[in-house]
């Protein structure tokens, strides 16, 4: 556009000089006509442009250089992902095993002080962050209960010391009357052979024969009777007619119910089972609650770091 107007400009002044050839300077005139048509005309050098430079290309790269970004960025992520699910993992399998507490110790050893029975808390013998030693007792639970499931176990017992005390001397009775009735079965034997004899005979009567076979069938009936008696009552003295009432499995099971009863007797008493700190846990603002078999349900509980 430039070229064009130039070129205009030239062609007009041209034109000029023209008209005036026939004033007194037309000779000069003229030749400076002839310098501009001499003069070269000077085009502005047309260079090629890059692709790249043109404003419409700029745009153009513009709005593809967004998408490699996203591309970039995306794969970015993709390889950050099992980084991040490895790490989610460690997270998982180390932080969630450990406890954090409120207390004033860093990273302390710490251990619920608990019982396996249920019962009343009656006392607490310590303070909070008290520092016990090995064996003092903590707290203890109402003991009523457990006295009185204790002495029924031993009342249990002396009862089934009793009971095999009497199985015995049955059995010693039952052998006794077996041995009785074994000699009228044996008499009643005798009768009866004596009665056949005579039947055949004609010495004595058919009814004397028949009352001698019924009192010999009804006598050896009860010694059946008295010998199944007698067998049975072996069995219950486990086989052993002159075992030991400390023996007897009835005995050591009722001992066995003693032994547990004093067990959760004892553990009416809850001590310490090494030196620490005791720090005591109220759920209630009541020092009594209810403790169930290891589990805090109430009130009360201790720990030790």
């Not at 700029?58 to 699910?85: E, H, M, N, Y």
């Not at 009185?148 to 006794?176: E, P």
């Amino acid at each position: 556009m430039l070229t064009s107007e130039k070129i205009d400009r030239t062609n007009n002044r041209a034109d000029e000089l023209r008209a005036g050839v026939s004033s007194p300077n037309s000779s000069s005139i003229a030749h400076k006509v002839s310098e501009l048509r001499s003069e070269p005309r000077e085009l502005p050098s047309i260079r090629p442009v890059d692709p790249a430079k043109r404003p419409d290309a700029v745009a153009t790269g513009d709005q593809k250089s967004p998408p490699a970004r996203i591309q970039r960025v995306r794969w970015t992520l993709f390889a950050l992902l099992p980084i991040a699910a490895v790490a989610g993992a460690y997270w998982y399998a180390t932080g969630g095993k450990i406890m954090s507490t409120d207390d004033a110790y860093v990273q302390a050893d710490k251990v619920g002080i608990s019982t396996d029975v249920s019962g009343i808390v009656n006392d607490v013998d310590v303070r909070d962050n008290q520092h016990v030693s090995s064996g003092q007792i903590l707290y203890r639970l109402d003991p009523r209960q457990f006295q009185i499931a204790l002495d029924n176990a031993k009342a249990n017992l002396a009862q089934i010391g009793l009971t095999i005390d009497a199985m015995k001397q049955d059995y010693k009775r039952m052998l006794s009357d077996a041995a009785a009735e074994q000699a009228q079965v044996d008499l009643d034997q005798i009768n009866y052979n004596r009665a056949s004899t005579l039947l055949r005979s004609g010495a004595v009567s058919q009814a004397t024969y028949d009352s001698a076979n019924y009192n010999l069938l009804n006598n050896k009936s009860k010694l059946q009777s008295l010998q199944q008696q007698a067998a049975t009552q072996l069995a219950r003295l486990a086989g052993n007619p002159d075992i030991e009432t400390t023996q007897h499995p009835q005995y050591l099971q009722a001992k066995a119910q003693v032994d547990e009863a004093q067990r959760e007797l004892d553990h009416t008493v809850v001590r310490a089972p090494f030196a620490g700190n005791q720090r005591t846990f109220h759920r209630t603002r009541q020092v009594s609650g209810r403790l169930g078999h290891g589990f805090q349900s109430g009130g009360h509980r201790s720990f030790l770091g």
